[in-house]
């Protein structure tokens, strides 16, 4: 069954202090693998696609990566403004269109 | 440019109402999904649309829940004789064409409240 978990739940970092969100999955083939940023009250907001293995993508603090088991995305010195939910999503060989989606990542960055 | 709306953001229904929630796309975007959002979850499909054909609907939980894109654009779902455990947030999303590997960019949501 296709699969999309996400670690840790939670992250709580001081402003400045960089870390590492995971994304594993478990597909049948991977066309892409999407990161989106949600806010509280707000619709999820596109951050990058992953379609290989070894792809890298960037956009100011954050960078995503992807293994052919996982991603991660990397923040680097944050900010509190970076604090939010950070959901992961994939899309299998077998779907035009439907993502299947982890549970999201809460960031709180503190000042 | 404007993005995806819904509208209302906020419903609450007593038990048994009937409810309609509305979505604009970004204009000249050919698909259009429908997603259930929990507390503390990642979106779960409910139904998609590719202009005005609804091509996948098997994620709609039950048969009180209906959707519909009469003119390709706007569409609405409905649910009907809602229940307590419809209490979510009901995201929309459009992507430009209906393409694999397309991203897909999200309304604000409507959170239904069923009391």
């Known amino acids: 069954e296709d699969q999309v978990t996400q670690s840790p739940e939670a992250l709580r970092l001081q402003e400045g202090e960089s870390s590492s969100l995971n994304c594993s999955y478990t597909?049948?083939?991977?066309?892409?693998l999407f990161w989106y940023r949600q806010d509280p009250g707000k619709g999820p907001e596109f951050l990058f696609t992953l379609y290989s293995a070894g792809e890298e993508k960037e956009k100011e603090r954050l960078k995503a990566t992807l293994t052919k088991k996982e991603s991660f995305l990397h923040i680097t010195a944050p900010k509190p403004e970076d604090s939010a939910t950070y959901l992961c999503a994939v899309q299998a060989f077998n779907s035009n269109y439907q993502l299947i989606w982890g549970a999201g990542t809460k960031l709180i960055i503190k000042p | 440019g404007a993005g995806v709306s819904q509208s209302p953001r906020y419903k609450v229904a007593k038990r048994g109402q009937d409810v309609a929630l509305r979505c604009d796309p970004i204009?000249?975007?050919?698909?259009l999904f429908w997603y259930q959002q929990a507390l503390g979850q990642g979106p779960e499909f409910l139904t998609y649309f590719q202009n005005e054909a609804q091509l996948d609907k098997s994620g709609l939980p039950s048969d009180r829940f209906f959707a519909e894109r009469p003119e390709g654009s706007v569409s609405t779902l409905k649910i009907q004789r809602t229940q307590q455990e419809d209490s979510a947030v009901y995201l929309c999303?459009?992507?430009?064409?209906?393409?694999?590997?397309?991203?897909?960019?999200f309304g604000p949501g409507t959170r239904l409240l069923v009391l």
């Open positions: 204009s000249g975007h050919v698909s």
């Open positions: 597909v049948s083939g991977l066309r892409g």
């Open positions: 999303a459009s992507s430009l064409s209906s393409g694999s590997q397309e991203t897909q960019y």
